[in-house]
């Protein structure tokens, strides 16, 4: 019996432990403010993630457009939002950095986890002042890069770049090597500023009405809420759907064979106490309820065991990123999980009955 | 004691259990002989347990059989406590031929008229003494407040009234035995089989089972077997078997 609580709770807690981070990593990878309460995304943007926003649609016009949400009363801050992966070069270095354009406003403090303070207010560039060449590293960029403040750097091939400010503080991007400019600069990088392209808004405000109004600054646009965006880009991900699929099978192919090979060779073995039940009056019936009780208890034991094993997994994991990448979490801690957990150790012994009767039917009977 | 008497003379109520010229006859050997064999290649290996017993017993009565080993007293006690089926011959139970019976049947006229004591006990090893006592009453629905009751008065009378939840492997080979002893007659049946009651036990423990068996023989019918004299010395007649055959009778009218 404690093989099959030991088989199940392994079985088990792999796969909360591996649903907890494709959960995790489903819902860490959209680049946000800390502070933000809304996001504007097109229509489908579930779909995508920012990281790898190549091709994808885009908000047009977006200053004037951020202009117009700014104004909006209950509105703390906003800003568009433009991702690109950049080769980014100083001296003899030369990585892929993700950069993000941003208009910086006194409200606006840290996006994907770097502070946007040091960036000039208002993306002068675009009003017709003078290029600023401000870049804002991360400290994983910063590192890659061995650049630091005041440092020159070229953002695609552009050289008139100096390294404005360099944040170690940690955030939600935690150690994806990030820089951010001024959007109207990223633009001019990439192209997009023949529309005043960006691919999001973020905005920060206490005020839930205000996302009525966020809906009609763009026809064909959503507005998600923190916890909107978490579960749309949860469903929508493919990659981490894909992840707790193959767990939540091969946890239940596993421990469905493990208990049916444990819990059989147990029936042979207590041959001789199913012939002394039969001997002394049992039923047939009567044995193969007591094997179905006695499978689905240790299961569900199993399930319990190994949903607090997952979930004492996914804290050690996210102790251990933590101190070695200096990010918040990777894997989410979730008590559903635990539900979960338990459910699929229940399917498991669900599955392995059938067998297990057969079985109890076969040895049950004779003389103890 | 009376020796060599005759057959069985009660001449009162049916006896609880009769067994008449019953065969047991065992086919050994693996599959493949037995398909060797259904081709005609080899003949049927088989081992003749028991050739033409009878015995009865009838209520109020210790019957006893004795031998050597491998003389057929373990599987005579397994045809009259309806375990197994007779190759020839009839047993019945309470009037009721087992070979008549489907293996279902069989198992609910255990239940309901047959105790049974082994040898080595066969208790659960994860129940309490209390629980394995209780578990026959189970399988015949009584409420779990009269299973208990039940269970600690039957533990009270064969002297275990402080060992009610104790698990089997807390209990001493004697105490184990009186459990055994306790599970048989929890569901008050008209045969109690024993076979060898007193074969794992130190003589001192022994004679304290042998009492218990002697007191259940009052209002129903004890078979056992055993090659102890002292263990058969309790029983009312004896019939002595040899080769699977009985080759005597003693005791009674």
Redesign the interface.
Known sequence: MQFNVLGVAVAIALLVMVTGLGIGLATETTVYDDDIDYWIVPAGEGDRSPLVATGSPQFGDVHERNAEIAAIEGVDSTTPILTEVARIEHGSHSEFILVIGVIGSPGVDRVAGVDAQPLTADDPYYHGEDWTGEIVLSGGASSLLSASSGDSVTVSGNESFAVTAVDDGGGSMGEVPTALVQLSELQTLTGADGSDQADQFVVGTNDPAVAEELETVYESSSVLSRGELTASQTLDSDLPLALALTAFIISLVIGTLFVVTTTGLEIVADK??LA?????????R?QVTLTGVQTLSTTVLGGIVGSLLGLAGILAINEGIGRVLTVDSVALFHPLLGVYGVAVALIIGLLSLPYLFVMTRRVS???? | MAVRSGQEAHTGPPPVVRATDVSKIYIRGSKRGRLSRLLGRSPAPRVTALDGASVTAHRGEIVGLSGPSGSGKSTLLHLLAGLELPTSGAVSIQNTPTSSLSERKRTRLRLESVGIVFQQFHLLPSLTARANVALPLVELGVSKRKRRRRATDLLERVGLEDRVTHRPGELSGGEQQRVAIARALVTDPALVIADEPTGELDTKTGQRVLSELTAVAEDRAVVLASHNDQTLAIADRVVCLRDGAVVDRYGGD
Do not use: R, W
């Open positions: 001789t106490q002394t039940m039969s001997a002394i009056g049992l039923s047939t009567s009977g004779g003389v103890p």
